[in-house]
């Protein structure tokens, strides 16, 4: 696992307990500890590790922001963060966006119990839309994400794991289950 990974993976964790604890973003998230942590576990130039941590920070509040339960706060720290880390395995510190790139992403609970497959092309923006609409995504701890260099073949793997794996709350291609 690379440095960067390993950070993120790391900040992932105290991030989401104090949010889920109640802390406000900026308390938990604190910008100028992670940018300093970021430069010196990774090596990265000031700058990088700032933009990349700004651009974090910024999904994290328009994520967390309109959401009470506590529960579900930490489940959408942990949905963008397992976003930045899947970005951080393939393009490093680059905080270029990721338009067009196809990608499957699996919602698990801390059983590992897989709750949602779903794709999209818009990354976390994606993920705040379940946030905001789905009464069982507090339950999310894990986030896995996959990229396809198609539409067609995100549809494909996404169609192949609902069979499957028949996750709990996914309707399209779950034939026979019924959905919680």
């Known amino acids: 696992m690379s440095a960067l990974v390993e950070h993120l993976a790391r900040q992932e964790?105290?991030?989401?307990?104090?949010?889920?604890?109640?802390?406000?973003?900026a308390k938990a998230h604190d910008l100028n500890r992670w940018?300093?942590?970021?430069?010196?576990?990774?090596?990265?130039?000031?700058?990088?590790?700032?933009?990349?941590?700004?651009?974090?920070?910024?999904?994290i509040t328009k994520a967390v922001g309109p959401i009470q339960d506590r529960?579900?706060?930490?489940?959408?720290?942990h949905a963008i963060y397992g976003f930045?880390?899947?970005?951080?395995?393939?393009?490093?510190?680059?905080?270029?966006?990721?338009?067009g790139k196809h990608m499957v992403y699996l919602l698990h609970d801390a059983n590992s119990v897989l709750l949602y497959v779903g794709i999209?092309?818009?990354?976390p923006v994606?993920?705040?839309?379940?946030?905001?609409?789905?009464p069982w995504f507090s339950q999310v701890c894990r986030?896995?994400?996959?990229?396809?260099?198609?539409r067609t073949a995100s549809e494909a793997r996404e169609k192949s794991l609902i069979t499957k794996r028949?996750?709990?709350?996914?309707?399209?291609?779950?034939?026979?289950?019924?959905?919680?």
């Open 126 to 134: 994606r993920l705040v839309e379940h946030y905001r609409h789905k």
């Open 166 to 180: 028949a996750p709990l709350h996914n309707i399209q291609h779950n034939h026979g289950r019924q959905v919680a």
């Open 13 to 25: 964790r105290a991030v989401a307990s104090k949010i889920g604890a109640g802390l406000d973003v």
């Open 84 to 99: 930045y880390v899947e970005k951080a395995r393939h393009d490093g510190l680059s905080t270029a966006q990721q338009t």
């Open 71 to 77: 529960a579900g706060r930490a489940s959408a720290v």
């Open 143 to 150: 986030v896995e994400f996959e990229r396809y260099e198609t």
């Open 35 to 59: 940018v300093n942590e970021l430069s010196a576990d990774v090596g990265a130039s000031r700058d990088a590790s700032t933009q990349v941590m700004e651009l974090l920070h910024s999904d």
């Open 120 to 123: 999209t092309d818009r990354g």
